[in-house]
C-alpha cells in the first residue's frame, strides 16, 4: 500500500491555510476530478464499449467532434451542473456558456473546460486530457458573457488529466504545480510529483512542422537556428517531438522542459491562432509559469490578454523561460 499523500488530503491541508475558505473549492475540485476518473475509465476502454470514431457532426468551430468529444462533454456537465458550486460553466463543445437551471442552486464560481484534448489522437490509442480553468464569480447571480470573459491572470485554479500509460492530474492554485497519479486499485489520486519546475536551458522544440510556410518571420527564424543545430548560431543540436495533444506535449515540458508553439500563421485568415484561450491556453500559462516557465503569443503575456470570446483563439508559446524569452526578442527585433 502507498504511503503517499492523497489528492483530498492534499487539497483540505492548503485549505486549512485559508481559515475563511468554505470548503466550496475543495469540493469543486472534487467534483471535476470524479468527472476525469469517469472519463479515464471510457478512455481506457474505448475499443471495447464502442465509443471511438467520428460522431458524424461537427462543434462550433466547424470541427469534426469524435463520439468522446461528446460523451465527455455530457460526463463533465453531469458532474458539475447540481452541485450548487457554480455559477456558470463554458465548454469547447458548445456554442453558448452553459447556464445553471433555476432548480439547482448557483455557487461562485466559473469552470472552463476541453473536455478531451488531442482527440484526433483519440483513435489511434494515444494520450488524449482533460483541461479546466476555475474563475471566481459574484454570488448567488446569473453571469454575464463579461463575467467569463477575464484575464487568464485572474484564474484560481487551473488543471489538466492526461489519459496517458497512467493517468495523471496536473494542478495549481497559484502555489506552485503539483502531479498526481491515479492509483486504479484504489480510484484516488497520489501525490506523485510535488512542486514541479520547468528547466531554464532546454534542446527540444515542438512544433507542427508542416505549416512551416505559414509563420511569421520571428518563428521562421527561431526554428530554422534550431534546425541548423551545431553549425548554425545556436552551436548546438536540438530534438523536435510534437504528440499533437496539447496535454501530452505539455506534460513533457513540464517534467524535461522544452518549448511549445503553436504560433500565428496565416494559412486560413479567419483562424490565425488554433488554440483557445479559455479553456486551452490560459489553463496551460498559468500552469507553466507556477512552474517556473513563460507563456507568450511572441508579443504579449498570455495571462493578461482580456478575451473577447469564449471560443477565441491565440497563438501560444510556452515552456523553457531562457527559449521563450529568445523567442520573444525575436519578436521585438522585426
Ligand atoms: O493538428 P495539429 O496542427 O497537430 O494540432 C494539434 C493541436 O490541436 C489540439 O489537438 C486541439 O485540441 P482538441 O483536440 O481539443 O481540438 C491540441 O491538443 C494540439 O496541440
Ligand atoms: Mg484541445
Ligand atoms: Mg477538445
Not at 186 to 202: A, C, D, Q, V
Request: proline share 4%; aromatic share 8%; with cysteine.
Amino acid at each position: 500500500m502507498s504511503n503517499k499523500v492523497t489528492l483530498t488530503r492534499f487539497i483540505i491541508e492548503q485549505q486549512r491555510e485559508w481559515p475563511d475558505a468554505s470548503g466550496t473549492f475543495t469540493l469543486l475540485l472534487n467534483n471535476i476530478v470524479t468527472a476525469c476518473k469517469q472519463i479515464a475509465h471510457k478512455v481506457s476502454r474505448g475499443q471495447l464499449i464502442g465509443v471511438l470514431g467520428s460522431a458524424g457532426s461537427e462543434n462550433v468551430q466547424g470541427e469534426v467532434q469524435k463520439k468522446l468529444d461528446i460523451i465527455t462533454h455530457d460526463i463533465m456537465v453531469n458532474q458539475l451542473i447540481w452541485t450548487g458550486h457554480l455559477a456558470g460553466m463554458a465548454s469547447e463543445e458548445i456554442d453558448d456558456v452553459i447556464t445553471i437551471p433555476a432548480h439547482y442552486t448557483k455557487g461562485k464560481y466559473l469552470v472552463m473546460f476541453d473536455p478531451l484534448d488531442g482527440s484526433s489522437n483519440i483513435d489511434v490509442n494515444l494520450a488524449v486530457g482533460t483541461i479546466f480553468s476555475v474563475l471566481r464569480c459574484r454570488e448567488g447571480i446569473e453571469p454575464t458573457l463579461d463575467d467569463f470573459l477575464a484575464k487568464g491572470a485572474e484564474q484560481v485554479c487551473a488543471g489538466f488529466v492526461l489519459y496517458g500509460p497512467s493517468t495523471m492530474l496536473i494542478l495549481t492554485t497559484g502555489q506552485g504545480v503539483n502531479g498526481f497519479t491515479l492509483d486504479q486499485d484504489i480510484g484516488e489520486f497520489m501525490l506523485t510529483h510535488p512542486n514541479m519546475r520547468i528547466p531554464e536551458e532546454t534542446g527540444e522544440f515542438a512544433i507542427n512542422m508542416s505549416n512551416h510556410r505559414f509563420w511569421e518571420a520571428p518563428v521562421q527564424r527561431y526554428i530554422d537556428e534550431c534546425l541548423q543545430g551545431k553549425e548554425g548560431v545556436r552551436g548546438k543540436d536540438f530534438n523536435m517531438r510534437w504528440v499533437a495533444s496539447f496535454v501530452a506535449d505539455v506534460y513533457r515540458i513540464l517534467n524535461r522542459g522544452g518549448v511549445f508553439l503553436y504560433p500565428l500563421d496565416n494559412r486560413d485568415p479567419t483562424k490565425p491562432a488554433k488554440l483557445r484561450i479559455m479553456y486551452e491556453a490560459n489553463p496551460m500559462a498559468f500552469i507553466i509559469e507556477q512552474a517556473g516557465g513563460m507563456c507568450t503569443t511572441g508579443y504579449e503575456r498570455v495571462l493578461d490578454i482580456k478575451p473577447s470570446g469564449v471560443h477565441q483563439r491565440v497563438p501560444v508559446i510556452l515552456g523553457s523561460k531562457n527559449e521563450v524569452e529568445r523567442i520573444i526578442r525575436y519578436h521585438q527585433d522585426a
